[in-house]
DNA sequence: AAAAGTCTGTTGTATTTACAACGAAAGCAG
DNA sequence: CTGCTTTCGTTGTAAATACAACAGACTTTT
């Protein structure tokens, strides 16, 4: 257990706590690891699932299949990315999707009730752990409201729009660079490249804004 | 604020926890009311928030104005709604939309780090209180999540076989009604409505599916 | 420096979608 | 029952998108 220590140091959960406290809160937490080899399924749609899981090695999928048998990769965990925030809840159903080890992995297991209920005395960074949860879960929402409200607008050009403009915001600045290169952009916006491509051309040609690679810039009208 | 127990009793952060013990809580939680004109902005764009709010009275729209000034609404709050769980990590930017009443409203503010730590002794509640608190913002993360996946289909073909594969799965049936009537699965799945009507109908047509109003059955190919 | 590979913008065509319009069916109120 | 409103399916047309293909710019490898 001690090798995962310096991993889950730097991960959002066990933020601002140090190695040797994480050790004892995992034992207090009831922390189980499992590996799973190259294609083996850690999960599968229809399960329960009672725990929090950290990716320590390797790489997971998470993907689902339709009633008439169609694949559909929905996510990528990578080590040190918390996953299974979301099924927890009690008595509310069970697991929508497979989770499935593209790599020989490793998977940390947390046992959720003991994150959730305070040991009168054991743990002093049990409270720092809480909040960061409710900081990761609340993060993640954050962002998943951000992309739906992109997604939401019907054409190519409106989502652009709505996306580089909230960048705009978020960085303060009518000029800023953004995290994607054209085709991770497209998939993030659910749409097509070449027609994104097309479409911030025509933007450029309208005057509407600037772009050399990652960096773009907002013109007033 | 003793008005206000009987509404929020039946609210999922205070599910579970009895109106005489929410009255102690709202103390112990530094809760503020503050009421709205209809036409007032509760929160702008760019503040930052520390507190987690539920709407007693009235009616709320969570708004964005893009770059060029083009208004968008995003979502509705209605009594008993929980919102602003998404933007109180710290140090983590500042709201990204408006929140405006469209009636008059009436806000309740939790202080957040107040539900956070947990008073040494004062509320035997508190724990309960964490726990709803995580499964309300790990419930609507969920949610988000299963959106997300049926947008991110790219014809609204896809997008509907996704939805309806899912609700089938849920409902453990491959006959199942849904909660929205045509135009609200339209919004819901973010197509249009004609064109979704269409193609259920050649949905139909080609033995994929049958309906009858809200009642869909899918059939094997 | 040459070669191989990646990323981006552009174009043409087939397909899909949005939009407007309308009639039938169902639900509701007087 | 009658008229009014809402919901739903259908159709035609204009607009937008997906897809495939390709060329130039830029990177990385050899």
């Known amino acids: 257990m001690k090798k995962y220590a310096a991993l889950l140091k730097r991960t959002k959960l066990f933020s601002g706590v140090g190695e040797n406290d994480i050790l004892s809160m995992l034992h207090c937490l009831n922390t189980q690891v499992r590996e799973y080899n190259k294609g083996e399924y850690a999960f599968r749609q229809g399960e329960y699932i009672r725990s929090l899981m950290i990716l320590a090695v390797g790489r997971l999928h998470i993907q689902k299949e339709d009633y008439w048998g169609n694949l559909n990769i929905l996510n990528e965990i990578r080590p040190g990315e918390m996953f299974g925030e979301a099924y927890i809840i009690p008595n509310s159903g069970t697991l929508m999707n497979d989770v499935v080890a593209i790599e020989e992995s490793v998977v940390l297991f947390f046992d959720i009730d003991r994150i959730l209920t305070?040991?009168?005395?054991?743990?002093?960074f049990h409270t720092q752990l809480i909040k960061n949860l409710f900081?990761?879960?609340?993060?993640?929402?954050?962002?998943?409201?951000?992309?739906?409200?992109?997604m939401s607008?019907?054409?190519t050009r409106e989502k652009l729009l709505s996306y580089l403009s909230?960048?705009?915001k978020r960085q303060n600045s009518n000029s800023f660079s953004i995290p994607f290169n054209r085709q991770q952009l497209a998939d993030f916006l659910s749409v097509d490249r070449s027609a994104m491509s097309n479409e911030l051309s025509k933007l450029r040609n309208e005057g509407m804004l600037d772009f050399h690679k990652n960096e773009f810039t907002l013109r007033e009208l």
């Open 153 to 155: 607008q019907r054409s």
């Open 118 to 124: 305070v040991c009168s005395s054991a743990c002093p």
């Open 166 to 168: 909230d960048e705009a």
């Open 135 to 150: 900081y990761t879960i609340s993060d993640k929402n954050k962002s998943l409201v951000q992309k739906i409200s992109y």
